[in-house]
């Protein structure tokens, strides 16, 4: 049992280019979703997904885009990367019972020149 | 969601018990309250939850008052390792409640 696993570890994109940061889970967790942490910062939420085909917005969305096909999987598109998304991405997933424990996989730290 | 505040910073002696405080005076009558911890550069770790009665896990304990508006995390046997910061969240269990909202935290320092 893996847990949640995040790929790549570390990334270096310029200005505009696009990427996709991928999360894997593999206890069957219905609930996914994407945070990102700046230094000095509490974790904030990109995007969530509450089941395959249904996805929808956290608290910090613009510049980011997700898509559930699976249950398993989970990642999140930069389309054109902005110096104002380095950060380091967290990937959770959790049941959709109470009392909705997340597991965080081990992060993903971007960097944008 | 129920606000909550915690102190920024607290030091431990090693062996000795740690206990984080967490004041949330707004929380509802359906709404739990979980404590998760990061360590540096790691994905955050769930510890514990609870919504009205104290609850002990192989990690810590969680003692919440009768009228609910503060708790504490213990951690009866800090060791180095437990050196990280640590969330207190309140959060209902409606539909949505997995969307944790972390604020600063406490950064607990465990010394030798």
């Known amino acids: 049992n893996a847990g949640v696993t995040q790929t790549p570890k570390f990334q270096v994109l310029k200005t505009g280019q696009s990427m996709t940061l991928q999360c894997a889970q593999d206890m069957n967790h219905e609930y996914m979703s994407w945070y990102r942490q700046d230094p000095g910062m509490g974790l904030r939420l990109i995007h969530y997904s509450v089941g395959a085909g249904i996805t929808d917005q956290g608290e910090v969305p613009n510049g980011y885009n997700v898509s559930r096909s699976t249950t398993e999987d989970f990642p999140l598109r930069l389309l054109s990367a902005a110096p104002s998304q380095t950060s380091v991405y967290f990937c959770?997933?959790?049941?959709?019972?109470?009392?909705?424990?997340?597991?965080f996989g081990p992060g993903t730290r971007l960097t944008v020149t | 969601d129920a606000k909550t505040t915690q102190p920024p910073s607290m030091d431990c002696a090693e062996g000795r018990a740690a206990n984080l405080p967490c004041n949330h005076s707004?929380?509802?009558?359906?709404?739990?309250v979980y404590w998760y911890r990061q360590i540096h550069s790691q994905g955050p770790q769930y510890i514990i939850h609870?919504?009205?009665n104290n609850e002990t896990n192989e990690m810590a304990s969680l003692i919440i008052t009768e009228d609910r508006k503060s708790s504490t995390l213990i951690l009866p046997h800090a060791t180095l390792r437990d050196t990280a910061v640590y969330y207190c969240?309140?959060?209902?269990?409606?539909?949505?409640?997995?969307?944790?909202?972390f604020g600063q935290g406490t950064r607990l320092t465990i010394n030798p």
């Open positions: 969240i309140v959060r209902g269990i409606i539909q949505g409640a997995q969307k944790l909202v």
């Open positions: 609870g919504l009205k």
């Open positions: 959770a997933s959790s049941y959709w019972v109470p009392p909705y424990e997340q597991y």
């Open positions: 707004t929380i509802s009558g359906n709404e739990y």
